[in-house]
């Protein structure tokens, strides 16, 4: 059964420091990762997708790596913000089956001071 | 604007009165989902679909049904809600089954059952 841990549960930083937050997860054969944003008490946004043939993908401040032979995808944040300030979440994808569920992390919400 | 809505956004009800919560993308995506979010538990999936009339359990579906008439509508129904089906409700879609494509999500839907 796929487990995707994302460690640690909080994180705060001083506005303008560059930062990374971290996903693992225990079976190696997905099709994907994706990262999201969540606001509080608001969607998903999807921020980046990586395919599994796929090392890494950029959007603006953003940039996500994924390893998938170590379990692991790394979100890099450039530059913080106070409007960086939310919950991430990584989610991977199985390989088989057609059903395309998420297995989602718990999250790392991420407070940005100004 | 391509975007998965929910209706309604929020909703406080009593045990027993059956509700529905609407979910609807203009993208014609193939496939549709939904999830819960619980403090602790994370996302899990309680339905899928992987097109018009065919659905399918996910993780969760204990108290929920669903249905899939139209390509675009994907509604959850909870026929005799229940304290703990008190949660965030999100729709999700991908423009075919299986896994490699990007899923978006609705911005939610809290219920409250009391």
């Known amino acids: 059964k796929q487990e995707v841990t994302q460690i640690p549960a909080a994180l705060s930083v001083p506005e303008g420091e560059n930062l990374v937050l971290n996903c693992s997860f225990t079976?190696?054969?997905?099709?994907?990762l994706q990262w999201f944003r969540q606001d509080p008490g608001k969607g998903l946004t999807s921020l980046l997708l990586i395919q599994s043939s796929q090392r890494e993908q950029t959007s603006g401040r953003l940039n996500a790596s994924l390893d998938k032979s170590s379990g692991r995808s790394t979100l890099y944040i450039a530059a913080s913000q106070p409007g960086d300030s939310a919950t991430y979440l990584c989610a991977v994808s199985p390989y088989t089956g057609a059903n395309s569920k998420l297995t989602f992390g718990k999250g790392i919400t991420l407070s940005v001071r100004p | 604007e391509a975007q998965v809505t929910q209706n309604p956004r929020y909703l406080i009800t009593v045990t027993g009165k059956k509700l529905t919560v609407t979910c609807s993308q203009n993208?014609?995506?193939?496939?549709m989902s939904w999830y819960r979010q619980d403090p602790g538990l994370g996302l899990r999936q309680i339905y899928y679909?992987?097109?018009?009339?065919?659905?399918d359990k996910g993780d969760v579906p204990e108290g929920y049904k669903v249905s899939r008439k139209e390509k675009r509508n994907f509604p959850l129904i909870l026929e005799s809600p229940s304290p703990n089906q008190t949660s965030l409700y999100f729709c999700?879609?991908?423009?075919?089954?299986?896994?490699?494509?990007?899923?978006?999500f609705g911005p939610g839907t809290r219920l409250t059952v009391l």
């Open positions: 079976d190696s054969a997905i099709y994907n």
């Open positions: 999700a879609s991908s423009l075919v089954p299986y896994s490699y494509n990007e899923q978006f």
């Open positions: 679909s992987m097109n018009v009339e065919v659905t």
């Open positions: 993208m014609n995506h193939e496939y």
